[in-house]
C-alpha cells in the first residue's frame, strides 16, 4: 500500500490539473471501485456530473477529492489503484476501471489491478471526511503536536515499529519508512516504546520525517508499475534504500549483513551491529 511520501506525490500531481475544474461527466468502467456508493454505480456518476473540484487533501496515507460544495471524493488506493491524467482521446490503460472527464479536455482516470480499492462520496467531507476522522495527523502536518505526540508514543508498551504503523498514534507511516528510521535512528523495532527516553523518540520522528522527506524529492518508492504519479512514471527511493528489502547485503554505516525477520504477515529489515535488541 502505498505510504505517505507516495500518496503526497499523486496529490500535488493532482493539484494543478483538476483544482477549480468542472466534471463535465462520469463514466464507471466496472462497478466494484465505486462498491461503498450504495446506490449504484450509475448514481455515482450522475451524482458528481457538474460539479467542480477544489484543492485535493491527504492526511497520512488517506487522500481525498473535495468538491466547491462541501462534498467530496474519498480515494482508497489499497494495492494498486492509480490517478491517472491524460486526454480524453488517448488509449485507455489496463484496469481502467473510473473516467472523469473535466472541463478543458483533462481525463482523470482511477486505475486498479487488483480491485482492492476504490472511490466513495464522502458528504461534508471536503475539510475532513468521517472516514478519516480517527486518523491521526501525520509528521508533516503544520498542525501537528510533536510534544505531545512523543508523550503519547512513550505511553506505549507494544514494540516501537508497532507504534509507528498504528494510524491513530501518527500517520502515513508504513513497513517500507518504519523499516529505513528505525534504521537510521539505530533502534531495533522490536523495544517497547515506553522504554525509550524523550530524546530517543524525538530523534526517530526527525528520521522518519528526514527519510520520507528524501522519498518524496524522487517521487517515492516504487518497486513496480502498480505505484506511479499521475503521469505514469515511477519513484527512485528504491534505489537508496539502508535496509528494507537488502537482506545479505552489507550496511553501508558499519558493514554488517542485514537481516530479515517476519513482521505481521510482512518482514522487517534491520541491521544487527547498529539495531541489537535492547
Not at 457538474?50 to 473535495?66: D, M, N, Q, S
Not at 522518519?208 to 512514471?233: C, I, K, P, Q, R
Request: charged residues 20%.
Amino acid at each position: 500500500m502505498p505510504e505517505l511520501p507516495e500518496v503526497e506525490v499523486v496529490r500535488a500531481g493532482l493539484e494543478p490539473a483538476i483544482a477549480g475544474r468542472r466534471i463535465d461527466g462520469v463514466r464507471v468502467l466496472h462497478p466494484r471501485p465505486v462498491r461503498r456508493h450504495l446506490a449504484g454505480p450509475d448514481d455515482f456518476a450522475v451524482t458528481l456530473a457538474g460539479r467542480t473540484f477544489a484543492v485535493p487533501r491527504r492526511r497520512g496515507k488517506y487522500l481525498w477529492l473535495p468538491l466547491a460544495d462541501g462534498d467530496a471524493v474519498l480515494a482508497h488506493l489499497g494495492m494498486s489503484g492509480q490517478f491517472l491524467l491524460d486526454s480524453p482521446g488517448s488509449p485507455l490503460q489496463r484496469h481502467v476501471r473510473v473516467l472523469f472527464d473535466l472541463a478543458d479536455g483533462v481525463q482523470l482516470r482511477f486505475v486498479d489491478q487488483r480491485m482492492f480499492g476504490g472511490l466513495s462520496l464522502a458528504h461534508g467531507g471536503a475539510e475532513l471526511p468521517d472516514e478519516v476522522a480517527h486518523i491521526a495527523r501525520d509528521l508533516f502536518d503544520p498542525d501537528l503536536d510533536r510534544t505531545a505526540l512523543v508523550g503519547r508514543i512513550r505511553g506505549k508498551r507494544s514494540a516501537i515499529k508497532r507504534v509507528l504503523l498504528d494510524q491513530t498514534v501518527v500517520s502515513g507511516i508504513g513497513n517500507i519508512y518504519a523499516d529505513e528510521a528505525l534504521w537510521a535512528a539505530r533502534i531495533h523495532g522490536g523495544t517497547p516504546a515506553s522504554a525509550l527516553s524523550d530524546a530517543q523518540v524525538s530523534a526517530l520522528l526527525d528520521a522518519t520525517h528526514a527519510v520520507m522527506a528524501a522519498a518524496l524529492s524522487v517521487g517515492g518508492t516504487s518497486f513496480d508499475a502498480l505505484y506511479v504519479n499521475v503521469n505514469g512514471e515511477s519513484g527512485y527511493f528504491d534505489r537508496t534504500l539502508q535496509a528494507y528489502g537488502r537482506e545479505g547485503e552489507p550496511c553501508s554505516r558499519c558493514g554488517g549483513a542485514i537481516v530479515r525477520e517476519p513482521f505481521m504477515n510482512r518482514s522487517s529489515f534491520r541491521c544487527p551491529v547498529c539495531q541489537p535488541p535492547a
